[in-house]
């Protein structure tokens, strides 16, 4: 008996050194830009504007064709406008973010990546009258925003570049009743985000 205590100790202690020992997920910091803009409603003349993202993220470090990447961010997004009128000129939004995608390997250091991302709007505001900001700080959005999130990875050895491009699944405005505006911004129809983004991941 005093031999299968010695046996089986050493039994399983060698086949656990013999199995691949799992390689943990990689936790870093996301640091970036975008372009974003809104479309769809009573919106007109709608312009491209420019912001800032950076959170963290969690990427799977197992060496597979497919591999997880999760990931919460804060950014600012929103969009500008160009209005004959000159009344409304810009919309901002602050957003978390938070995103399951799936990376596929392409090559050594390439990946594509496709997922999903829930939005979560923080805050919204609209910009009247040469860029005074207007008493509709909290505008009728939707909290969130479920978006669909498609990529490119370019693999470096200080950082990885990551390109994503985002876009609403659903319809995120309701009704606006911003009338007195001109044009009007009483929503018809559906409003939603669009992004595209540059990141640098450590």
Known sequence: MKYWLIIIPVFVYTNLNAQPKKIPPKLGV????????????????QRPRAGIQTGLYMKDQ????????????MAFTGSNFRNQTGEYRKMNFLMINASFCKFKKIGNKNELLLG????????????????VKAKYRDMAFSKFDPQIKVGFSQNKEIASLLWE???????????????????SL????????????????F
């Open 186 to 201: 009483n929503k018809k129809g559906k409003i939603k985000n669009f992004s595209l983004g540059a990141s640098f991941l």
């Open 30 to 45: 996301k640091m970036g830009a975008n372009l974003s803009t809104i479309f769809g409603g009573m919106l007109v003349n």
């Open 116 to 131: 999903i991302q829930n939005a979560y709007i923080l805050q919204s505001e609209l910009y009247v009258n040469g860029e």
């Open 62 to 73: 197992r060496k597979k064709t497919f591999r997880n990447f999760a990931e919460i961010e």
């Open 165 to 183: 491009l985002r876009f609403s699944i659903l319809n995120i405005g309701k009704p606006l009743n911003l009338t007195e505006l001109s044009p």
